[in-house]
T-cell receptor, first 113, second 114 residues
Framework: KAGVTQTPRYLIKTRGQQVTLSCSPI?????VSWYQQTPGQGLQFLFE???????NKGNFPGRFSGRQFSNSRSEMNVSTLELGDSALYLC????????????FGPGTRLTVL | AQSVTQLGSHVSVSEGALVLLRCNYS??????LFWYVQYPNQGLQLLLK??????LVKGINGFEAEFKKSETSFHLTKPSAHMSDAAEYFC????????????FGTGTRLTIIP
């Protein structure tokens, strides 16, 4: 059974640009969550999607957005990139919302110059 | 709000020695608790989880954790450290029965001394 896949694995952007990250959950998993990991702030929850609907949202500015498609794949978008957006973005999938086990992908390393 | 505190951002142990990584949680009711491990340039891998079935939880790679309600703790242990255990470990909490996200501790970097 394939795990959670994230593309791309590495990304370099400049300030002011926008970026889209993709996540494919484990087959059959319908809930996808996104987390940002930085040395200073640690792991912080961005948002969670289930059945194409955002069910939970963390404390991030509106520049961070996401969506989920009918096949449960999810994308997150960051507009007007700032240096502080440099981070490892992790996607996790679970069977349903509130499921007590989330499976993580390898992450996308975003560097903003 | 739920939270977890990991005591010690860096822990070093000798190969073959006991590994003890500390985690305390804050919750009005016993939550779901997890330990994840992260190797360099990788995502998080679940080591073990507590969901109330048993207070002593055994996980992968010889790790185990004991849920102690009276101490609001969920410390991770391994009797004998191996070089391959060097990684960063995260304790996380999820409210029982809710649809809220995982809240992570700040992590503990484990170094194994040969």
């Amino acid at each position: 059974k394939a795990g959670v896949t994230q593309t791309p694995r590495y990304l370099i952007k400049t300030r002011g640009q926008q970026v889209t990250l993709s996540c494919s959950p484990i087959s059959g998993h319908r809930s996808v969550s996104w987390y940002q990991q930085t040395p200073g702030q640690g792991l912080q929850f961005l948002f969670e999607y289930f059945s194409e609907t955002q069910r939970n949202k963390g404390n991030f500015p509106g520049r961070f957005s996401g969506r989920q498609f009918s096949n449960s794949r999810s994308e997150m978008n960051v507009s007007t990139l700032e240096l502080g957006d440099s981070a490892l973005y992790l996607c996790a999938s679970s069977l349903v919302v509130g499921d007590n086990e989330q499976f993580f992908g390898p992450g996308t390393r975003l560097t903003v110059l | 709000a739920q939270s977890v505190t990991q005591l010690g951002s860096h822990v070093s142990v000798s190969e073959g020695a006991l590994v003890l990584l500390r985690c305390n949680y804050s919750s009005s009711v016993p939550p779901y608790l997890f330990w994840y491990v992260q190797y360099p340039n990788q995502g998080l891998q679940l080591l073990l989880k507590y969901t109330s079935a048993a207070t002593l939880v055994k996980g992968i790679n010889g790790f185990e954790a004991e849920f102690k309600k009276s101490e609001t703790s969920f410390h991770l242990t391994k009797p004998s450290a191996h070089m391959s255990d060097a990684a960063e470990y995260f304790c996380a909490v999820n409210p029982r029965g809710g649809n809220e996200k995982l809240t992570f501790g700040t992590g503990t970097r484990l170094t194994i001394i040969p």
